[in-house]
């Protein structure tokens, strides 16, 4: 048994994943209207469009790639044509373009933090740990597409579904390198933190905004 092992990858991801929902329901109940994006658009525009544009793009599209490559078993792929090695090439591309930009733009986003006065000014320690948070972790899953080469399909996949089916097998998690346990150990700590950051707004998307009616506004003869 090795401990530090059990540590990382059965002790830590429950103990992120109980203060992720508790942390969530807390805040929701004790700071509902703090419970938001924090936007400083009115504040700059400019960089925070290609920033957040790029960012929000790669990590929506690399959060989908996780759930479904991850979670959904290689023979379900296997099943429909997709092998080992064809899952492995299409993770590898999609990684470079959807982890790319999710990672060029929270290095974006967090430069214009540092280097717009008013938006420095407005910065809470908070802010800055949520953005060095997301650089880290995605800086370190994109290193792991371009130099890791690591084949994950029967390591760290099994592994992840092995958390989530509560039948934890740390065992799994003991060949792989260490980037990618840096990597994994580093998302987790965001996720438990995240609860008591901004990014609390990922979980009030406006889906409603789409398919509601237009909102039509007209203006009173007296402010003409
Ligand atoms: C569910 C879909 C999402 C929507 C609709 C959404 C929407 C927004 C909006 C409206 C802002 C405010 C931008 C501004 O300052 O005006 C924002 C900022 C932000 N979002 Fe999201 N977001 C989503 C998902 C995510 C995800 C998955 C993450 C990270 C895991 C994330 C991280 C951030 C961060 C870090 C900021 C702050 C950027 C900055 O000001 O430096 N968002 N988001």
Redesign the pocket.
């Known amino acids: 048994m090795n401990i530090a092992n059990n540590l990382a990858f059965v002790v830590f991801p429950y103990l992120m994943l109980t203060v992720f929902v508790v942390g969530h329901i807390y805040r929701y109940v004790t700071d509902s209207l703090g419970w938001n994006?924090?936007?400083?658009?009115f504040l700059e525009k400019k960089q925070?469009f290609y920033?957040?544009t790029i960012?929000?793009w790669g990590?929506?599209l690399t959060?989908l790639g996780h759930a479904g490559g991850l979670l959904i078993p290689q023979k379900v792929f296997d099943a429909v044509g997709i092998n080992g090695d064809t899952h492995t090439m299409i993770a590898y591309y999609t990684g470079w373009l959807a982890g790319g930009a999710a990672f060029a733009g929270?290095v974006l986003?967090l430069i214009?933090?540092v280097t717009r006065r008013r938006i420095k000014a407005t910065s809470l320690v908070n802010?800055y740990v949520?953005?060095i948070g997301?650089v880290i972790v995605t800086g370190l899953g994109f290193y792991n597409v371009v130099f890791g080469h690591f084949y994950v399909l029967d390591s760290v996949a099994p592994w992840i579904r092995s958390i989530v089916t509560f039948l934890p097998k740390p065992e799994l998690m003991l060949g792989v390198p260490l980037s990618y346990k840096v990597h994994i150990v580093s998302a987790l700590a965001l996720l438990g933190f995240s609860p008591f950051s901004?990014?609390v707004?990922?979980w009030s998307?406006?889906f409603t905004y789409f398919p509601r009616r237009w909102i039509l506004f007209r203006r009173s003869v007296a402010d003409l």
Do not use: C, N, V
């Open positions: 994006a924090r936007s400083s658009e925070l920033g957040a960012f929000h990590i929506l959060l929270s986003l214009r933090r802010d949520t953005l997301l901004r990014l707004h990922i998307a406006p």
